[in-house]
């Protein structure tokens, strides 16, 4: 396989079968429009070629900001077609979240749409080396000035409307001019293309930063074709006919799930639905994808959804197929844990299953159940052509050319995760699972975030907390007990199931802090810790609890822009909570 594959294969395709659909995006009145390879080739050329003309070369960095939509199927293979690096932002990020990504990641250019142009805005005289912002839905000058006066209400730093329009450019205007050195030079993109090398820096993808600052993973073209061919060995035998081929995308594409989704399926000639998080569900029925990557909350939706329509078993399958849309050959799921009755319900609903491990240091796999060799307590096995061990600490270590260049100016950090032997190390722990080396592995959690009991027993708390995951009712559990003689922890709920469930019971609260600490409540995420309990050794356990009725945010540093759970922050904002439940 060669470099840029992605942009090689938009190149054929986009050649050889122009009219052939590449992707569906919402339109008008609840239809559907359609992109065409010949298109997506178009405008990916176009935005390579004016990258190109505009100083856009090897290393240079080009950031994009923006929700899950169509624009970055064409940008991001641009970038990658003149050598450039691909900086990702979270969507969901802060202004200063934001500017910290795009400033240290040294990008010149930023790709990002009106919608979140005032969280740029918020800190525009800092982004220095912002030479050119393109905007991608910027139609007239009245939208730009909008945005500026919104900016300039929610701002105590006012901007010059002059200053941003000095930096603005429409992205219908670097079509424009991208299309005009096509005519002039109709054989430039194919000679980028030739100028790539495997060794070329490709991305620079931020981490969530849940012990600090972001730290910007490098991957570079022979980390993602090494990934995307092991993946491909695992999974082959499980693709339906090209025809038949239908996914979602409506992962962030900031983040390696959703933007391996979206590079994958231009490999696999996919037809593939723009979606966001809040109408998946309710499309998946319509489109019958034949491949869906979920988070484990939306399998538990379905699952809840097939075994609440009937209790005869073949009736609930059947429910499961029609919310499933009928058609799946396989799923990933990934994220956090699921529970083994959901997996295995699946199975005997004859659709399999998939869960794995990885991180984006990986790009992002490491390991991975298969169809035909899985264990549902396990991560999987390691994928081809990928070495892991377990160290004598319990830590995975993996070595392969999918392992990432290291941390973008931070060579201490980089150091420190490599052993004298080159192998990453992960900061995740696990086990071989009967001791079999090589075989499935048990996640564990993170090391540097192992609970160290007044008993001596050392616990991983991640692992814990993310069997909490397939219950609708839980949010975030946070899990609490250094030099403690058990483990308690503080959890918050979903507010939207449980407002439903309030009125299903025809239940009357006050508010939402009265409804939390209501018995009724307690006792349903009792029976859910209990259930967890089950599943833990005795010093494992979850022995008392409180229920939080706020959210831990993004804004208030408890979670990444990803919703990792930054456990350190709090442990420290819930220190006096914690603490109360061991006063007896």
Not at 146 to 170: H, T
Not at 379 to 388: A, C, Q, S, T, Y
Not at 531 to 554: C, P, Q, W
Request: hydrophobic share 40%; aromatic share 10%.
């Amino acid at each position: 396989m060669e470099p840029l594959a992605g942009i090689r294969k938009i190149l054929k395709k986009g050649t050889e079968r122009p009219d052939a659909v590449r992707f569906h995006v919402p339109g008008a009145e609840q239809a559907w429009d359609q992109v065409t390879w010949g298109e997506m080739l178009a405008r990916s050329r176009d935005i390579a070629l004016y990258l190109d003309r505009h100083g856009v070369g090897k290393d240079t960095k080009v950031s994009v900001f923006a929700n899950t939509r169509l624009e970055w199927a064409f940008v991001a293979p641009a970038i990658e077609a003149v050598r450039g690096v691909f900086v990702p932002v979270y969507f969901s990020n802060t202004p200063d979240q934001t500017h910290y990504v795009v400033d240290h990641g040294d990008a010149e250019i930023l790709f990002t749409e009106l919608a979140l142009f005032p969280k740029v805005l918020a800190r525009w005289p800092d982004y220095t080396k912002v030479r050119e912002v393109i905007l991608w839905d910027l139609k007239d000058q009245a939208q730009l000035e909008a945005a500026v006066e919104q900016a300039n209400e929610e701002s105590r730093n006012p901007v010059a409307l002059a200053d941003v329009q000095s930096k603005v450019v429409a992205l219908d205007d670097v079509y424009a001019e991208g299309a005009e050195i096509h005519r002039a030079e109709p054989d430039l993109l194919e000679c980028l293309l030739e100028a790539s090398e495997l060794d070329d820096l490709a991305y620079i993808i931020y981490t969530s930063g849940t012990t600090g600052d972001p730290k910007g993973v490098m991957l570079s073209n022979r980390n993602l074709v090494s990934t995307t061919k092991s993946w491909i060995k695992v999974l082959e035998h499980a693709f339906p006919p090209a025809d038949e081929r239908r996914d979602i995308i409506w992962l962030p594409i900031s983040h390696m799930g959703g933007l391996g989704v979206m590079n994958t399926g231009t490999m696999l000639d996919y037809e593939s639905w723009f979606s966001d998080p809040w109408h998946l569900l309710e499309l998946i029925p319509q489109v019958k994808p034949t491949f869906l990557l979920c988070v484990p909350a939306y399998w538990e939706k379905m699952y809840t959804q097939a075994i609440n329509a009937s209790p005869d078993k073949k009736e609930q399958y059947k429910k499961l197929h029609e919310v499933t849309g009928g058609k799946l050959t396989f799923l990933l799921s990934g994220g956090a844990g699921l529970k083994r009755e959901i997996k295995e319900f699946f199975l005997d609903a004859g659709i399999q299953m998939i869960e794995g491990y990885g991180l984006t240091e990986c790009a992002p796999n490491v390991t991975m159940n298969r169809l035909d060799d899985y264990d549902f307590d396990s991560i999987g096995k390691p994928i081809p052509d990928v070495r892991v061990k377990i160290d004598d600490d319990g830590e995975i270590c993996v070595k392969g050319e999918n392992v990432f260049q290291g941390y973008y100016k931070k060579p201490e950090e980089t150091q420190a995760c490599f052993d004298a032997e080159g192998w990453f190390h992960t900061g995740d722990l696990g086990e071989w699972i009967d001791g079999i080396e090589g075989g499935f592995i048990r996640f564990k959690g993170r090391k540097k975030e192992i609970i160290v009991t007044a008993a001596g027993k050392n616990i991983g708390p991640g692992g814990i907390e993310a069997m909490f995951a397939g219950n609708a009712f839980i949010e975030q559990v946070a899990l609490y007990g250094n030099e403690r003689k058990y483990l308690v922890a503080l959890i918050t709920l979903n507010e939207l199931v449980l407002d439903a469930w309030a009125k299903q019971q025809s239940a009357v609260f006050p508010d939402y802090a009265t409804l939390v600490q209501s018995p009724e409540v307690q006792a349903i995420v009792q029976t859910a810790v209990d259930d967890v309990n089950s599943r833990l050794a005795s010093y494992e356990t979850i022995k008392k609890f409180d229920i939080y009725d706020g959210h831990f945010s993004v804004e208030a540093g408890h979670i990444t822009p990803s919703m990792k759970l930054r456990r350190n922050r709090v442990w420290e904002d819930f220190k006096d909570r914690f603490e109360a439940l061991y006063q007896d």
